[in-house]
């Protein structure tokens, strides 16, 4: 039954209901009546009043001159994949020329027809199935302009072409299906893949940044913590300069060496009366009855060590170093007589 529909002609639209000549005529708007003269064409009617000669003239074909839509019959094509596929569409035309398309073809809804299915089978037997789907836009294009070049000797002229429905057979439908599920699962493993990695790019980069960050702050307190110890090293070098300028300024006057004598061994009895009270361990030396002795020991230690600058003294002031021995003397006996 399609095929037998498919192979049947269009309704003749101009072959009924043709108007009766009766020498004055009205023709409507947007049609175009074709008249002959003794069997021969004479002229195409206007819309509007006309007159003709009854008898010698006779109104053969109308032609109406608004857009003509024709459904074109579904239709099996293989494409370049070897996939049948079942195709319908719909054509939009239009008469330009009343004459050609009265005169220049018997048929011309059904040859334009029967041009856009053998058009369509032959544009998609150039393309392969997923390009079917992908291209409809230029497959519709490319059907048009053929039927154009084709039709332009009929007097009509193709508008556009609109592809309804394309049926794919059951199995082929099936595997698009699966194809389509398979590459939404990639995309999804894709984008999963894509996701983890950057969110270890973040993660990563984070870890760098914090590092980098501590150990700024690292080196930012140890510059400060070594510039206090600088500062504070700077200071007490400071305050131990200034106490030395002090006591040597102390020891450079009158009596200064009788004095210094006398802290030395008081210094030297408080630690010795200190040593048993920090350490169970304690060395003692052979004459340690003897304060005498040992105050004397200290004294003659401090004398080494000053002993270069008791020389320098004396050149210089030779009248305060003869009397502050003496006094020496006289401070020792009576540290002596109250230890005893």
Not at 131 to 155: K, Y
């Amino acid at each position: 039954l399609k095929h037998a529909a498919r192979l049947a002609p269009a309704p003749c639209r101009w072959n009924s209901g043709l108007p009766m000549n009766i020498g004055v005529l009205f023709v409507p708007q947007q049609e175009a009546w074709v008249v002959e003269r003794m069997g021969k064409f004479h002229r195409i009617l206007e819309p509007g009043l006309n007159f003709l000669i009854p008898l010698l003239d006779r109104i053969r074909y109308v032609q109406s001159l608004k857009e003509i839509v024709i459904n074109v019959p579904e239709q099996s094509a293989v494409t370049l994949d070897n996939v049948t596929l079942q195709i319908d569409g719909v054509l939009y035309l239009r008469v330009m020329d009343p004459y050609k398309a009265s005169y220049g073809v018997e048929d011309p809804e059904y040859a334009v027809t029967q041009l856009a299915q053998t058009t369509m089978r032959s544009e998609l037997g150039k393309l392969s199935l997923d390009r079917v789907f992908r291209e409809r836009e230029s497959l519709n294009a490319s059907i048009v302009d053929a039927i154009n070049q084709a039709s332009d000797c009929w007097g009509i002229r193709c508008l556009r072409y609109e592809i309804k429905d394309i049926h794919v057979p059951p199995r082929v439908k099936e595997s698009m299906q699966m194809q389509v599920e398979a590459e939404r699962r990639k995309r999804a493993t894709v984008l999963e893949s894509e996701g983890t990695r950057e969110s270890a790019i973040n993660v990563a980069e984070g870890q760098k940044q914090a590092q980098i960050l501590a150990s700024e702050a690292e080196k930012a307190e140890q510059i400060n913590k070594a510039a206090g110890e600088a500062n504070a090293m700077l200071v007490k070098a400071r305050a131990k300069a200034e106490a030395i300028q002090l006591l040597a300024a102390a020891l450079a006057q009158q009596h200064g060496n009788a004095a210094a004598s006398l802290s030395v061994a008081e210094q030297y009895v408080n630690a010795f009366s200190k040593i048993a009270k920090d350490s169970n361990t304690v060395l003692l030396p052979a004459n340690t009855g003897d304060v005498t002795n040992m105050v004397a020991q200290a004294l003659g230690i401090y004398t080494t060590l000053t002993k270069p600058q008791a020389v320098k003294t004396q050149d210089e002031m030779p009248q305060t170093h003869e009397d502050s021995q003496p006094r020496a003397t006289e401070v020792l006996k009576a540290e002596q007589g109250s230890s005893s």
